[in-house]
């Protein structure tokens, strides 16, 4: 219809398309009881890092022989605990991974994730949740929301259907995965809880919102969000709250958002990362933010895999 | 714009609308229509103003692994995605539609979620499609329980708008909500566009048939018909307002005051083809000639305006009398 003479654009999809690079690699994702620990526990940490950086950007895939586009991120908790203060933390941080031959492109606030410039990143993503259906599911039965859970098949049944089939039934039948090979791993993750009056959304779904954001797959009517922001010039702000949701340390980097993602990260994300992949895997991400990732990445010979749990991948070293 | 996901390979688009009055005693402004409609959010409601106020929803998705329906009971098992939306024109009256496409065939085994995820609005059978089957089985008034559901899904859009808090549940006039199912199958190579088959049930179902080319856009043979259902609705409650008010035999200021919701509410609506596609528009022109909704409509109206008139002259004489 663009080519028609009479246009409304208040009637028409729209999707701004944001600059991507190859690769968004993340070195870090770090808790306020890491920095608790001192440059110390940092420096070990990039230490271990290092390697795993260096093998991931020999194999990123960058088509046509030309060198890949990486962008690095970190990642720091200011939602579950706060601790210091950015003029203190960032310049510690990007010594100690100076010092160890790293280059921070890009500083996230973990609170970002939940809203950034006033936009509420995680509940949107929440309303794009699409539930896996487990086998039976023919549109009857309301989509189960508001419980705040997510799983990867069905649920036991709760008490009181197990007692309206007590006479026909054993008392318990276990959960399963839907797409299982034979035997489940079946994963229920909690994506927030509200107390006082307050959502507090987990660590997985925050996490799950990142992962999107960085495969340039998140929009607010269709418009960029967590648009990285020059870093401050003098010193960093004394206040989280007072740091842009997104910094871009490197005025030389590539771009933020990636075709793929990969995060080095110590092995006690292995749980948090299975959840992340949960939720991926039932999130419905904007078409159109979709088609324009999909049609430029096969455009530069690097076509990304169709599910957008597909494109994350994970290094995980031992230790904690 | 063609996005990924468009079923563009579709052999079979299937859809339920259910069109009926919005609960309110007055018709919505456009940014009351675009709050009402806002069920997502982050999500641009969009809104038209030209040439009358169509306000649409975000589409929303529901997962299904169930047997298709089918006219000749085979039992064709499918998984993916529903898409619904809601419509609303004028500020008045509101459409659920929801609708899926369905390729020719698919993988013997379900596939991972998110696999049918980057596909809205597809449903992929797990082998061979039997598209002639399933698109009887869409149309047919009958259901088998474990079917996909279309109108459950529909039903449950409209239900959750109608209890919007916006809305004070206070109707104009009594009407019915009308159902319209549709079924397009690939029109054959080289050939355009064309409407086999609209059936109007007595229990309000209504069914259309089409033969779209390949490629044509799911979602404006949807637009295609939810214009008309709109329209088939309007002619439904007009007809039925008509014999309500019993013009003609009643007493004529009780019909005039039985027809004054049509005139408040209803005349202004009847805008055929005002979206529709211009490769489907010719669509319209078929039931234009057969059975004429617009000649109907024109009809309908010019009596009501004539009772008005007539019921005018008394009135008339009266202040001249009185002068």
């Not at chain 2, 229990?203 to 779209?212: C, H, I, M, S």
Request: proline residues 8%.
């Amino acid at each position: 219809m663009t080519d028609a003479v009479f246009r409304e654009t208040a009637a028409e999809h729209r999707t701004q398309s944001l600059p991507l690079s190859h690769l968004s690699l993340e070195v870090g994702h770090l808790y306020m009881e890491d920095f608790e620990a001192g440059p110390e526990r940092l420096r070990e940490h990039f230490t271990l890092v290092r390697p795993w950086v260096d093998a991931v950007r020999a194999a990123a895939p960058a088509g046509s022989g030309k060198r890949p586009r990486i962008s690095t991120c970190f990642l720091v908790d200011d939602y579950f605990s706060r601790f210091s203060t950015p003029a203190e933390l960032v310049p510690m941080l990007l010594a100690e991974a100076e010092r160890c031959g790293l280059t921070i492109d890009y500083l996230a606030r973990e609170s970002a994730c939940a809203v950034a410039d006033g936009v509420q990143l995680a509940e949107s993503v929440e309303h794009r949740l699409v539930e896996s259906p487990p086998p039976g599911s023919d549109g009857s039965r309301p989509p189960v929301k508001e419980i705040g859970w997510l799983a990867n098949g069905e649920r036991t049944p709760g008490v009181e259907r197990l007692e309206a089939m007590a006479n026909d039934l054993p008392s318990w039948r276990p959960p399963t995965e839907t797409a299982a090979r034979r035997h489940s791993v079946f994963m229920d993750v909690e994506l927030w809880d509200d107390r006082e009056q307050r959502r507090t959304w987990s660590c997985p779904f925050l996490a799950a919102v990142w992962q999107l954001a960085r495969l340039g797959l998140l929009r607010h009517n269709g418009e960029a969000v967590l648009v990285p922001r020059p870093a401050p010039e003098g010193s960093f702000p004394r206040d989280w709250d007072d740091l842009a949701p997104l910094t871009r340390l490197n005025p030389a980097a590539q771009p933020f958002a990636a075709y793929r993602t990969c995060s080095v990260l110590p092995s006690r994300f292995l749980p948090v990362e299975h959840a992340v992949r949960v939720i991926l895997g039932q999130v419905e991400v904007d078409p159109r933010a979709l088609h324009q990732v999909a049609e430029r990445s096969g455009r530069e010979g690097v076509p990304v895999p169709e599910a957008v749990a597909d494109r994350v991948a994970h290094v995980f070293y031992a230790g904690g | 714009m063609r996005v990924p996901g468009d079923p563009a390979a579709a052999v079979l688009l299937c859809g339920e609308i259910r069109t009926c009055l919005l609960q309110t005693g007055r018709s919505l402004p456009a940014s009351a229509a675009r709050d009402l409609l806002r069920l997502r959010a982050g999500e641009r409601v969009r809104v038209s103003e030209r040439p009358n106020l169509h306000v649409v929803s975000p589409d929303l998705l529901t997962g299904v692994d169930c047997r298709l329906p089918t006219g000749t009971g085979a039992r064709i098992r499918a998984v993916g995605t529903v898409t619904a939306r809601a419509v609303l024109t004028e500020g008045r009256v509101l459409q659920a539609t929801a609708r899926f496409g369905c390729p020719g065939g698919g993988p013997d085994t379900r596939r991972p979620w998110g696999s049918y995820l980057v596909r809205p609005g597809v449903v992929e059978p797990l082998g061979r499609l039997p598209v002639r089957a399933v698109a009887d089985g869409v149309l047919a008034d009958v259901r088998r329980p474990g079917e996909l559901d279309l109108g459950a899904v529909a039903e449950r859009l409209l239900g959750e708008v109608q209890r919007h808090p916006l809305l004070d549940q206070r109707v104009p006039f009594k009407s019915r909500r009308t159902r319209l199912r549709w079924a397009a199958l690939r029109a054959p190579d080289g050939e355009g566009p064309s409407l086999g088959r609209f059936t109007l049930a007595e229990d309000g179902l209504r069914t259309v048939e089409l033969r779209l080319p390949e490629g044509t856009d799911p979602a404006a043979c949807a637009s295609l018909c939810e214009d008309l259902a709109l329209h088939d609705w309007l002619l439904t409650t007009l007809v039925r307002l008509v014999e309500r008010s019993r013009l003609g035999s009643a007493d004529g200021h009780e019909a005039v005051m039985a027809l004054r919701p049509a005139v408040d509410h209803l005349l202004h609506l009847w805008m055929p083809r005002a979206r529709v596609d211009t490769t489907l528009a010719p669509l319209w022109e078929v039931l234009e000639r057969e059975p004429g909704f617009t000649r109907q409509w024109g009809t309908l109206v010019q009596r009501i305006r004539d009772q008005l008139a007539l019921q005018a002259i008394p009135l008339l004489r009266e202040a001249l009398t009185a002068r």
